[in-house]
């Protein structure tokens, strides 16, 4: 399926793309459909907004999620990028994107209300790994582009467009734990988001840094920026 975006946008080495406001994403019947391999997320519950030219509602009270399973395309290992495009309406520990959290190969990407900051994570061999940059706090009711970056030895963390955190986290195969399968804005019913998401894509390589602005920029204007 065509992603159908501007050529403003990377999407050279896109393996996972949902975005709310593409007609081919959501075409109305509640569910949210990748555009690159139909890896598409079942709806449990988000509601649809047409404002900023679509986006999902998600009730934490009432643990809304996708649900995506295990799909092959997403089994990364190393040498990736996560991007997202979301806004917090709560200080709370909560997840927009989830694949296990004691697991081994589970993933993380949310905030937690501790460190005040976006708080990302990768658990295995019964060790948590956590990247959070605290040096920047979740500006709550905002929109904000959290991407994630992985090359095989570091993770790296960017904020809109500042460069955030590195950290050695370690990562075996991200997005491959059978277990819970991938969720958008859930852990299995618990730590629900409470906001919007808009946007999430991942890659299969690791987007240099222009590359992660040249996103950015073609997408602000839509999210009020």
């Not at 080495?13 to 569910?31: E, M, Q, R």
């Not at 005040?116 to 658990?123: I, L, P, R, S």
């Not at 819970?180 to 998401?197: N, V």
Request: hydrophobic share 35%; net charge negative; glycine share 10%.
């Amino acid at each position: 399926m065509s992603v159908g975006y501007g050529t403003s946008l990377v999407n050279d080495s896109l393996v996972f793309c949902l975005d709310a406001a593409n007609p081919k994403s959501y075409i109305g019947d509640g569910d949210w459909y990748d555009l690159i391999k139909d890896n598409n997320g079942t709806n449990y519950g988000p509601t649809y907004s047409s404002d900023y030219g679509g986006i999902f509602l998600f009730d934490r009270a009432s643990s809304h999620y996708f649900y995506i399973g295990n799909p092959a395309e997403l089994s990364l290992g190393s040498n990736f990028t996560v991007e997202a495009w979301g806004r917090a309406d709560a200080d709370a520990w909560m997840y927009f994107l989830y694949n296990g959290y004691n697991q081994n190969n589970s993933f993380w990407m949310g905030t937690h209300p501790t460190a005040n900051a976006w708080w990302h994570g990768t658990y295995y061999n019964t060790s948590y790994n956590y990247l959070s940059n605290g040096t920047d706090s979740v500006e709550i009711g905002v929109w904000t582009r959290c991407a994630l970056t992985f090359d095989g030895a570091k993770f790296n963390c960017y904020i809109n467009k500042e460069h955030t955190v590195t950290d050695d986290l370690w990562s075996n195969d991200a997005f491959s734990n059978p277990s819970t399968g991938i969720q958008i804005g859930s852990s299995s019913g618990s730590r629900a988001w409470e906001g919007a998401i808009a946007v999430i894509k991942v890659y299969n390589t690791v987007l240099s840094e222009i590359e992660l602005d040249r996103n950015y920029d073609a997408l602000k204007g839509r999210f009020g920026l």
